[in-house]
């Protein structure tokens, strides 16, 4: 096994030895760096096909501007913890199912190609910018006046996700009531994994709102800070460097969100205690992507008992959809550089979206009647 370094003028990187058999280990360490500096460390191979593997490390260098997958531990990425050869032995083929083994055992090796780069680098793939539709057009199916509102990545929409500015929720609301159809006075909010944490949010401070189902959310801002005339919820931060790759490439994100109990986290909780109408919050326990029963109750803790409800399925995963939607535990997302697990096991998910959907009818059913519904 041969190693090949790009050339660096200010960051070395040195690999011992050089030349290797592939079941002897090598020894990677890069210096010269800042201290904590985060970088990531790419393997990269070509096998005799032309498949490509790669793998990747997040890391924090040391306060000598070191790191060292001997004595460090990976934050993310193919892998995560202290594996001294974690870079050859977590690659992954571009092209799934591809399995990588020497065929010309007696003919030129294998190259390794190994990059730093500054910062937390995950390869770019084309992302899904449409709005997905399918639900409301469910709902408005069975009578209900709906409105499926995009708030990023869409049109003219800001293709990042900056800030929750709840006026534009406030001005959605209030066009969908003021429709001749609507009868009104409430409407009611439906809300997937970020859309959960909007509707909740609408649920707290915009009193149009009387019905709201959350599905596999937060009880807490992530990643953006909600703002709603003077006042401003800071966010928790994602820590992204904690991201792992699942064995077919997609980014598994249930390390990367913060412990939301942990008291410098408090004021990023959003106050469901202020919500005045009623919210039914519907978990799937394998959710792959955050650990929604836990948020959920910790927003039913703030709330009055009989102000909500929780739906909770073993077995299911993040995307609980209408009976008939098939298992998705993978899938490429809008504002994704990769594919993202969403976990769930077919059977079990099956029966939840079955039984959730004749529960979400008919609670809105009870508190909007055929008035109106938004779907986020």
């Known amino acids: 096994m041969l190693i090949s370094l790009p050339r660096c003028t200010m960051v070395e990187v040195t690999v011992t030895p050089q030349s290797s058999l592939a079941d002897r280990p090598v020894k990677v360490q890069v210096?010269?760096?800042?201290p904590s500096q985060p970088v990531t460390l790419r393997a990269l191979l070509t096998d005799e096909h032309g498949e490509r593997f790669q793998a990747r490390a997040?890391?924090?260098?040391?306060?000598a501007g070191e790191v060292d997958p001997e004595r460090h531990?990976?934050?993310?990425?193919?892998y995560a913890g202290v594996w001294p050869m974690g870079l050859f032995w977590f690659l992954q083929p571009d092209t799934l199912f591809r399995r990588l083994v020497k065929r010309d055992v007696a003919g030129s090796p294998f190259l390794v190609l190994l990059e730093v780069f500054d910062g937390f680098q995950v390869v770019t793939r084309p992302q899904d910018h449409g709005?997905?539709?399918?639900?409301?057009?469910?709902?408005?199916?069975?009578?209900?006046?709906?409105?499926?509102l995009a708030f990023f990545a869409y049109d003219d929409l800001p293709r990042t996700l900056t800030q929750l500015d709840l006026e534009y929720f406030e001005e959605a609301a209030e066009l969908?009531?003021?429709?001749?159809?609507?009868?009104?006075?409430?409407?009611?909010?439906?809300?997937?994994?970020?859309?959960?944490?909007?509707?909740?949010?609408m649920a707290t401070f915009l009193p149009q709102v009387v019905a709201?189902?959350?599905i596999n959310g937060t009880a807490f801002l992530h990643g953006n800070p909600l703002l709603y005339k003077d006042?401003?919820?800071?966010?928790?931060?994602?820590?992204?460097?904690?991201?792992?790759?699942?064995?077919?490439?997609?980014?598994?994100?249930?390390?990367?969100?913060?412990?939301?109990?942990?008291?410098?986290?408090?004021?990023?909780?959003?106050?469901?205690?202020?919500?005045r109408g009623k919210v039914l919050f519907v978990v799937g326990e394998d959710d792959r992507s955050f650990n929604s029963k836990l948020f959920a109750e910790l927003a039913m803790a703030r709330m009055p008992p009989e102000s909500c409800?929780?739906?909770?399925?073993?077995?299911?995963?993040?995307?609980?959809?209408?009976?008939?939607?098939?298992?998705?535990?993978?899938?490429?997302?809008r504002g994704s550089p990769r594919p993202v697990a969403w976990g769930g096991e077919a059977h079990a998910h099956a029966k939840a979206q079955e039984h959730s959907w004749q529960e979400i009818i008919q609670f809105l059913e009870l508190h909007l009647g055929s008035a109106a519904t938004m779907k986020l």
């Open 31 to 34: 210096r010269g760096l800042s």
């Open 58 to 63: 997040f890391f924090r260098a040391d306060e």
């Open 73 to 78: 531990a990976a934050l993310g990425g193919s």
């Open 131 to 148: 709005l997905i539709e399918s639900r409301a057009g469910l709902l408005a199916s069975r009578g209900f006046a709906v409105l499926a």
């Open 176 to 201: 969908l009531l003021r429709h001749p159809k609507v009868r009104g006075p409430g409407l009611g909010v439906v809300g997937v994994s970020k859309g959960a944490e909007v509707a909740l949010a």
């Open 212 to 214: 709201t189902v959350w």
């Open 231 to 275: 006042l401003r919820i800071p966010p928790i931060p994602y820590y992204t460097e904690r991201v792992t790759f699942t064995e077919v490439g997609a980014l598994d994100n249930s390390s990367v969100f913060a412990d939301p109990r942990a008291p410098a986290y408090s004021a990023s909780a959003i106050p469901a205690e202020k919500v």
């Open 309 to 333: 409800r929780l739906l909770s399925y073993p077995g299911a995963g993040h995307l609980i959809e209408p009976p008939g939607s098939p298992l998705c535990s993978t899938s490429s997302i």
